[in-house]
């Protein structure tokens, strides 16, 4: 989680909360993947959406909390955490009214990181590396690559360039034309609206796998603690992903370290997913459909989008949860534009390109 773009008054307010999802995160990142069931605290109803998420029904509550057993906590109170102090390092909360993005950060992380054995990551991290040499080799001497985020200028670009190599995010599947690339790179990452259990997440699942059926030639790039949620819900297997991981500490734009592969955190899919891995050429780059100096245009609200693309849905709701209600935008936008003009200094041989 980073504080760097959330309301002053709401950090303040949730400093203890902070610190205590500091621990959690570090226990939930490194844990062995050895969990087999979980208890719950929380809305019964919701509680059927999760164990249809993570594929395991939850233990009865006269169930031992063993070391095998999570204790994932919807409703949060430091109440439940001290009675269970002994076992912090079982606890998972994913009350989406905690703070910020720790709810469905954590959340979309019990499939890997909990529910994983390291067998199985072993498996996720070496074909990860495999794909990802492989399109590093496919694309290092290919010309004219066109990086498109998603903003309005997305669907004219497609129509006026007719990109052959094209690498672009989220909810460019809803414009069919990007399938007519000779080689598509597909990134989408959103803990909520695409890893999440909302409407909006089902919704995207259900036409990313609809729009990948039968396809070739496409690599996805993910976040790598998304790829189990990928194979669960049949996403085409002939496809090869791609999972990053990332860092706050890190100045190459991509990094192999062991066989893990790591970018720059910078909580935005194109800078941290999808401009790194186009990175990998060394011909042209042309980036376009994502907007620049966004802080002077959109002040409180989100960026624009390619109605033409745009989701049947909306994300009003995440304004009521503090995925966007602790959020202060003017301050995510200038985090957003010094990441992005950070990264895109560092990449040679690019263009700005408009419709």
Request: charge should be positive; glycine fraction near 4%.
């Amino acid at each position: 989680m980073s504080i760097f773009y959330f309301k002053t008054s709401k950090i303040i307010k949730n400093i203890h909360k902070i610190i205590l999802y500091a621990f959690l995160k570090y226990f939930q990142v490194h844990s062995r993947g050895n969990y087999k069931s979980f208890k719950y605290i929380g809305d019964p109803e919701y509680l059927k959406l999760v164990e249809e998420y993570i594929g395991i029904e939850a233990s009865p509550e006269s169930k031992k909390l063993d070391t095998k057993t999570l204790l994932i906590i919807e409703k949060f109170s430091f109440k439940l955490v001290f009675k269970n102090i002994f076992k912090l390092n079982r606890i998972r909360i994913i009350d989406k009214n905690y703070f910020g993005l720790v709810g469905a950060n954590t959340l979309f992380r019990l499939l890997y990181n909990d529910l994983t054995s390291k067998a199985e990551k072993d498996k996720i991290i070496n074909d990860s590396l495999k794909n990802f040499n492989n399109l590093a080799s496919l694309i290092k001497h290919q010309e004219n690559i066109f990086v498109l985020g998603n903003n309005e200028d997305f669907s004219n670009i497609l129509d006026k360039y007719k990109p052959q190599y094209l690498f672009t995010c989220n909810s460019s599947i809803n414009n069919e034309t990007i399938f007519n690339s000779d080689l598509l790179v597909l990134s989408f990452s959103d803990p909520l609206f695409h890893f999440g259990i909302n409407e909006q997440a089902f919704e995207y699942r259900r036409r990313l796998n609809n729009a990948l059926e039968n396809k070739k030639n496409i690599y996805l790039v993910v976040p790598i603690e998304g790829i189990p949620l990928l194979k669960k819900i049949g996403i085409n297997s002939d496809l090869p992903v791609i999972g990053l991981d990332s860092t706050y500490f890190q100045i190459k734009v991509i990094k192999t370290r062991g066989r893990r592969l790591f970018t720059r955190n910078s909580h935005n899919v194109f800078t941290q997913y999808l401009l790194p891995i186009a990175s990998l050429s060394e011909k042209l780059k042309n980036i376009g459909a994502v907007t620049f100096n966004s802080k002077k245009a959109f002040e409180e609200k989100l960026w624009s989008h390619d109605e033409k693309i745009k989701e049947t849905s909306n994300y009003n709701f995440a304004y009521d949860e503090s995925f966007f209600g602790d959020r202060d935008f003017k301050k995510y936008y200038k985090f957003h534009d010094k990441q992005l003009n950070r990264l895109v200094n560092k990449i040679k041989n690019k263009q700005i390109v408009k419709s």
